[in-house]
């Protein structure tokens, strides 16, 4: 008996042992590529630090000076319009082309593929696309927006429009990638439930707001945390859309892109950088966590 | 008659149906279709007013010299050579790290699951720094090498490897073990050719994701012959924007490629992410 025990633990341990052999180079990697550079990055935070070297130690400095610029709240101001803009758009937008797509007419490969293109696209390239669309002078969206009576405006030069130009082409690219997993969620959904609702005499409309969305919440919920955190870390379109060193630049400018501008384009500002990076962990932290509180609550009241 | 009536579909509810999906192929597409008129135009047609739809003749001379600015088979090299290091490493690092947390029991296991899950919660930027002084350190900037490296330790796909693994019925690892396979063996012979699936969405979800990032090649890659393409791109702006023809035509071969990849393997694209959506 006693030995059939040994036996049995020597092969837990066996197991146990491999597993951690298994586990080991993804864990190592972690610790190299995140869990240091998140300790070392915190540290930085608390350093007035250069391109080279590691600079000096300034205690709470970062943090103050951070309250005390106008472009850093100018910046976390643009992102939180970016995600309030944009999050409600493309989960509305996403849903209701998905809906038309989930239909059974003709040719909907065709406009499945031509949705979702912009899904798939480098977000450089629809960059310098857009950008062109967007165009003063020679640009199409002026030229629609002329022919439909409005006047020509300056998209990516004008410290007013600017921010609606990158929730314009933001809200595109990102309705296309949610357009298809909404759409999966929506096929995901039993077709007998239509099949009975449309026997007792339910319309469309009653479908769609009494079957396909109550069943598709957790897929909402899910694409709302999400985007929220997509948008939140915004930065390739403002980056390439809007010619920097100009004030369109500052106006239009997220976290991210201040981030970036002060770790890696200014020759002092690198450990301010960090604490930029900071503040932003912290506020898409406290965010998702929120997100989660509500989840749970809701699916306690739903029970 | 009867299948329609299931549907509810009125001629008029179609036909509104079709206005509505031509109206919005037409915002997701015509943009694509207008890069692609404009990379075809002299520089006169771009800039003429009132707006030219279709040049006279076919510029094809802009692709031959937006291509003499940009060395774009490097960039495409690049950047696939970067997938490929992506993509394999990840399949060794990640599924094999999936495969203990789907079938193996240690001690700690779940304190280091919730770990990785609290990791994966911080946003990027918050490492990019320290990344960046460490490949200084170990030389790996303007390296390909460099690029791929940060990207191998993916959190993400690690939970959806898992997740593969775990709709394989158990019973065929213990037939495997009754005939004295290894775990290794189990991992490598038994179960990853039954995951294919998921190793497809694994390759095709980092293949995006190397192929949209922008910041971290910006950032570890200055040199123009290590640079992806996105990077690549990037730098169109500001040097040539003047001359939007030419420009159009270096985003035509940029995202050309993927459309027609995208096209032809798009049930694998599309399944792939859906999965992207299927955490949570």
């Given at each position: 008996?006693k030995?059939k025990?040994t036996h049995?633990?020597r092969?837990k341990?066996?197991?146990?042992g491999t597993?951690y052999l298994f ?14 550079p998140?300790?070392?990055?915190i540290?930085?935070?608390?350093r007035?630090?250069g391109t080279?070297?590691?600079g000096?130690f300034v205690?709470?400095k ?9 472009t850093?709240w100018?910046?976390?101001?643009n992102t939180?319009?970016?995600a309030?803009v944009?999050?409600?758009l493309?989960i509305?937008?996403?849903i209701?082309?998905?809906?038309l ?11 499945r593929?031509l ?5 798939i ?5 629809i ?6 669309i967007?165009?003063?002078q020679?640009?199409?969206f002026n ?8 006047p020509?405006?300056?998209w ?9 130009a990158i929730?314009?082409?933001l809200?595109w690219s990102m ?6 997993i909404m ?9 007998s439930?239509?099949e009975?609702?449309r026997?007792?005499?339910a319309t469309n409309?009653q479908?769609?707001f009494k079957?396909t969305?109550p069943?598709l919440g957790?897929?909402?919920?899910f ?11 915004i930065?390739?379109?403002?980056y ?5 060193d100009t004030?369109?630049?500052?106006y ?5 892109t201040?981030?970036?501008e002060?770790?890696?384009n200014?020759?002092s500002?690198?450990g301010?950088?960090?604490a930029?990076?900071?503040v ?9 966590i ?7 609550y809701?699916?306690?009241?739903e029970? | 008659?009867k ?9 008029l ?5 079709h206005v509505?999906l031509i109206f919005a192929?037409?915002l ?10 404009t990379s075809?135009?002299?520089?006169e047609e771009?800039i003429?007013?009132?707006l030219k739809f279709?040049?006279?003749?076919a510029q094809?001379?802009n ?6 600015k ?9 950047t696939i050579l970067?997938t490929?290091?992506?993509v ?6 990640v599924t094999?790290c ?8 240690f ?9 990785m ?8 930027q918050i490492?990019t720094?320290?990344r960046f002084k460490?490949?200084v350190?170990?030389g ?7 690029l791929?490296?940060p990207n191998?330790?993916?959190i993400f796909g690690m939970?959806l490897?898992?997740?593969f693994?775990s709709?394989i ?16 063996r189990?991992y490598?012979?038994v179960?990853l050719p039954?995951?294919?699936p ?11 994701s190397t ?8 950032i ?6 290590k640079?992806?393409l996105a990077a690549g ?8 924007t003047t001359?939007y ?6 985003g035509?071969?940029?995202v050309?490629?993927?459309i027609v990849l995208?096209?032809?393997f798009?049930?694998?694209f599309v399944?792939s992410?859906?999965?992207?959506g299927?955490k949570?």
């Open positions: 008996m030995q025990s049995f633990n092969l341990r066996y197991e146990a597993a586990v080991l180079p993804m864990l190592a990697g972690l610790l190299i590529f995140s869990i240091i998140f300790v070392q990055n540290l930085y935070s608390f007035k630090m080279f070297g590691e000096t205690g709470l970062n943090y103050r000076d951070l309250l005390q610029d106008e850093f100018l910046a976390l101001k939180f319009f970016y309030i944009g999050v409600p493309v509305i937008l996403s209701f082309f998905a809906n797509l989930n239909k059974n007419i003709r040719g909907r490969t065709i406009y593929t949705l979702y293109i912009p899904a696209t480098m977000p450089a390239a960059s310098i696309l857009w950008r062109w967007l165009n003063y020679y640009g199409i030229y629609f927006m002329e022919k439909l009576g409005l020509r405006v300056s990516l030069g004008d410290v007013k429009f600017v921010r609606w929730i314009l082409v809200v309705v296309s990638y949610y357009t298809i759409l999966a969620a929506m096929q995901g959904i039993d077709r439930y239509y009975a609702a026997i007792d005499g409309r479908l769609f079957i969305l069943l957790p897929m909402i919920f694409s709302m945390i999400m985007v929220t955190i997509g948008i939140l870390q930065f390739d379109f403002i390439l859309m809007v010619d920097r004030l369109p630049y500052t239009s400018m997220s976290l991210v201040y981030f970036y002060c770790a890696f200014k020759s500002m690198r301010y950088g960090a930029i990076s900071v932003l962990a912290v506020i898409i932290m406290i965010i998702t929120i997100q989660m509180v509500v989840k749970k809701w699916i306690k009241t029970e | 008659m299948r329609n009536r299931l549907q509810g579909e009125s001629p509810s179609r036909v509104l149906n509505l192929s037409f997701a597409f015509g943009p694509f279709v207008w890069m692609f008129l075809i135009k002299t520089y771009t003429r007013i009132p279709l040049p006279d003749v094809w001379n692709y031959a010299t937006i291509s003499a940009l060395n774009f088979p490097r960039l495409y090299l690049n970067v490929i290091m992506a394999l490493g990840q399949l060794l690092i094999l999936a495969y203990a947390f789907a079938r193996l029991r001690p700690g296991k779940n304190v280091i699951f919730l770990g899950l609290a990791l994966m919660m911080i946003p990027g490492f720094i320290p460490l490949m350190k170990l790996l900037t303007n390296t390909l090498v460099g791929a490296l191998l330790f993916n939970f490897m898992r997740q693994f709709t019925p158990r019973e065929l690892d213990e037939a495997a073990r009754i005939d004295g396979c290894s775990f290794f189990i490598w012979n179960l039954l995951v294919k998921g190793l497809t969405t694994l390759a095709i979800l980092t293949m995006l192929w949209k990032d922008l910041m971290w090649p910006l570890n890659n200055s040199d123009a012959s640079m992806t791109l990037a730098m169109l702006i500001g040097e040539h001359y023809e030419q420009v159009m035509a270096g035509v071969i940029a050309l490629p993927l995208f096209v032809i798009q049930k694998q399944e992410i859906a999965h992207s299927i949570g």
